[in-house]
């Protein structure tokens, strides 16, 4: 099998493109390597090639599509906050790049994609835990609106042209080689000033969090497992854990226990934040695939591989 | 008030044009007249002005904004099956112009949008009547893929900036000064060949079918009564009629009543077209809003006039 990874040399791209490895894919990578590292590829030899190409552009990615068994697309713009700042960073990188993959595909006669979508497609005020059934979908974020663009570009490619689609709407992944994200931001705002960890919001904004290893291994599980023309699932586990919960856990991890937690107050991180949310994953287990972490342990996990890659 | 409304030269525009200004609105059109004609504005006077602009670029529209109370956004690619055939099409009208749209809006502080969806958003296999909370959507054209992008961004846009928003799941909205659709299209090949009447696939796709002047008023009077952040409501008729029924009431119109009715074939009309929709209307009517005509009278009404209009 010859996959094609956007955004391969990414945080979760490249725990996908270990497994894929693993599985004897041969697999090419698209990334502009402005989050995604080499570095986090360089473990495997020729048969991963990295193409660094920018996905916004159709001209410079469609030659790559040619003989391509599969993709999966999770290139994206990975700073949600972003979004409101330049206001169509989301529709380049996450709307427009979704239709050139997809024209790419249709182009070299590429039928099956996944996509990583995101429980930001619910918007705020879906029932917790949210079915993937539930609508309508009101995203209240750039990055939100690009998912379900993107969603949609997807399942019109499908019903249109013939592809074949698995949607994973993922709940907020963590873990090794993370590069943003909540736990992220915490090291490093616990290395720059010990003594205090400013929290955006009031702390008790409440999510749930997958283990990267669990999102890929999930990922292959449902592509051998659901087989329709299009097949949308929700990735989480089976709880949550609020941001207060995450400042403490990394605070007793960097072992910088006077830190105190300070508030910027507010319901929400920032304009087009969702404070609480959850996925439902029955259709996920009723598959027979079971989260190895919880949502606390996963936090756990990922702060000590963190602070390890990061450094104190 | 003023209002500004894209694709107000179009069929649907024109008709909620004379509604606004009816009520005193003062109107800027926006629409490049590609499937609009300004004659169907040419009986107003100074209070509605004709801006010829496309909305696919945002430098061109940007400034028409200025000083505007409410924006309807209509605009949009016409012709579904285009998409298929130039697949940036529902893209670059749809998408990226709803984005320009609301930039433009965000820009000059303009708070309150209503926006034209559609029922394809709904894609195949929905529930016959589809309530507005039905999921996932997953849109089979790619003109669904962009009212549902055009969605999300609208929705995205409420969440982050504080934007107000009436959307609209269309069925098909047919009238005086159609410009395209089934009824036009079985009138056009009626007079080439009045012996004959070509149907795309089996007859057999049954849909929903709401009279324009049930349309536009159903919008004013949705964002009269619903005042919530973002206001959802699907817009119909209380029944269906299959394409057969529209070709029997056409050919009974046209007087052609020796023409025989062909089928292409196939539960479709074309790659992308859903075989049978129709919305639940439970939320518009609940509001105290009832449609004037069914859909099999708004057919024949629409018959009536389109024949009048094209002339045989």
């Given at each position: 099998m010859r996959a094609l990874v956007t955004g391969g040399a990414g945080f979760i791209g490249s725990h996908l493109i270990d497994r894929l490895v693993d599985r004897g894919n041969e697999v090419v990578v698209l990334d502009n390597l402005s989050s995604g590292k080499s570095s986090f590829l360089s473990h495997h030899d020729e048969k991963v090639k990295l193409v660094n190409v920018d996905i916004t552009s159709l001209d410079e990615i469609i030659g790559h599509f040619e003989g391509i068994d599969f993709v999966y697309h999770l290139a994206a713009n990975p700073d949600i906050r972003l979004g409101t700042k330049i206001t169509d960073t989301d529709l380049k990188q996450g709307t427009i790049a979704t239709y050139n993959v997809l024209e790419s595909m249709r182009i070299h006669n590429v039928k099956n994609i996944a996509f990583a979508s995101s429980s930001v497609v619910y918007g705020e005020g879906a029932p917790m835990p949210t079915p993937e059934n539930?609508?309508?979908?009101?995203?209240?974020?750039?990055?939100?609106?690009?998912?379900?663009?993107?969603?949609?570009?997807?399942?019109?490619?499908?019903?249109?042209?013939?592809?074949?689609?698995?949607?994973?709407?993922?709940?907020?992944?963590?873990?090794?080689?993370?590069?943003?994200?909540?736990?992220?931001?915490?090291?490093?705002?616990?290395?720059?000033?010990?003594?205090?960890?400013?929290?955006?919001?009031?702390?008790?904004?409440?999510?749930?969090?997958?283990?990267?290893?669990?999102?890929?291994?999930?990922?292959?599980?449902?592509?051998?497992?659901?087989?329709?023309?299009?097949?949308?699932?929700?990735?989480?586990?089976?709880?949550?854990?609020?941001?207060?919960?995450?400042?403490?856990?990394?605070?007793?991890?960097?072992?910088?226990?006077?830190?105190?937690?300070?508030?910027?107050?507010?319901?929400?991180?920032?304009?087009?934040?969702?404070?609480?949310?959850?996925?439902?994953?029955?259709?996920?287990?009723?598959?027979?695939?079971?989260?190895?972490?919880?949502?606390?342990?996963?936090?756990?996990?990922?702060?000590?591989?963190?602070?390890?890659e990061i450094g104190l």
């Open positions: 539930y609508g309508p979908c009101l995203p209240i974020s750039l990055y939100g609106a690009s998912k379900l663009a993107g969603e949609g570009l997807i399942s019109s490619w499908c019903g249109t042209f013939g592809h074949k689609a698995w949607i994973f709407r993922f709940a907020n992944i963590i873990g090794a080689r993370g590069t943003h994200g909540v736990i992220f931001d915490f090291i490093h705002k616990l290395k720059n000033t010990p003594d205090n960890l400013e929290v955006l919001g009031n702390g008790r904004q409440e999510k749930s969090y997958m283990e990267v290893g669990d999102c890929v291994e999930a990922i292959l599980h449902c592509i051998e497992k659901f087989d329709e023309s299009i097949n949308l699932v929700n990735l989480g586990s089976v709880d949550t854990a609020s941001v207060t919960n995450i400042a403490e856990v990394v605070i007793e991890e960097t072992g910088f226990t006077d830190a105190k937690i300070s508030y910027t107050g507010g319901d929400r991180g920032w304009a087009g934040d969702i404070p609480r949310a959850m996925l439902a994953i029955d259709k996920l287990r009723a598959s027979g695939f079971e989260p190895t972490y919880t949502s606390v342990e996963s936090i756990r996990h990922t702060a000590k591989i963190l602070i390890e």
